[in-house]
């Protein structure tokens, strides 16, 4: 019997390390600070001035040489007719990013661009909308510990935005920065895991999350990290899915700051996926 046991795993041992090597995905995450919340209304912070336009061109050359086969998006998969009929209209000159409502955002300043440079078909939306933030949580036992952490971060983060709003600083910099494995665990540290000493509190009236969710305010920094958890899960789960439905090795995927440390701590527990670092090409 024990010869047997071990006959069987180490049959399938075999068969999953093969089939790791046959079908590994290789994907690169990019975190941005939403370049749609750049301008403060100064010339220097307008992402469609000459120099910003510049470092931007920058920043899709670097991102380029991975030569990604998919980009995948900040979009939810139903927005992927009206996004890729945008896409049509940038390709063949019909209009700039500059026609477009969301023109300044990473996705077409991005993503627009490396999809037209690449002869790729377009881009594809694999986000779940569900609108949490961290103004959500703003009393409770512990408290502190989570406020203070917030309080470092946005002293570390803020005063890099602002000089790249006044161009001491450049986006090509600030995007680098920002997806440095310090940043990034920064970043997860605070919504993934200081929330939980947080308990016996409530959600602030002002901020958005699901209200039809039931909500446990014993544990409220838990119930905050779930939110939170929950919404990149699916996140994930679209990531999977349509890396599946087209068979497409090489993923590039451009999205918000916050949502790469936590799925990239989910990838790396899919054998079938490979995490390139984005450090390598910036």
Known sequence: MNFLLAFLIISLTSFSNKQVQEEQVEIMFVGFDHLSQMDNGAESS???SKKKQKEIQQLTKKLEAF???????????QEQKSIDSLFNLYKTGQQSLQDFENGAGETM??????????????VVGVNYYDSTSQSLLKEGKNIEIFQEALKK????ARPLKQKVQTNELSIYDYIKTMNQPEFID????????????IQQGKFSEKGNYNKEIPINNEYIGAEYISLFYNRNLKIYSNILNKQLETGNKKLLVIIGQ????????????NPTYKITSVVDYL
């Open 67 to 77: 030569q990604p086969d998919m980009l995948m998006v900040e979009l939810e998969p």
């Open 46 to 48: 307008n992402i469609f």
């Open 109 to 122: 300043q991005i993503g627009f661009r490396m999809a037209k440079d690449l002869q790729l078909p377009g």
């Open 153 to 156: 971060l946005q002293q570390t």
């Open 186 to 197: 920064l970043t997860h540290h605070l919504i993934f895991n200081l929330p939980a000493y």
């Open 258 to 269: 916050a949502h790469v440390g936590v799925l990239q701590d989910l990838v790396e527990e």
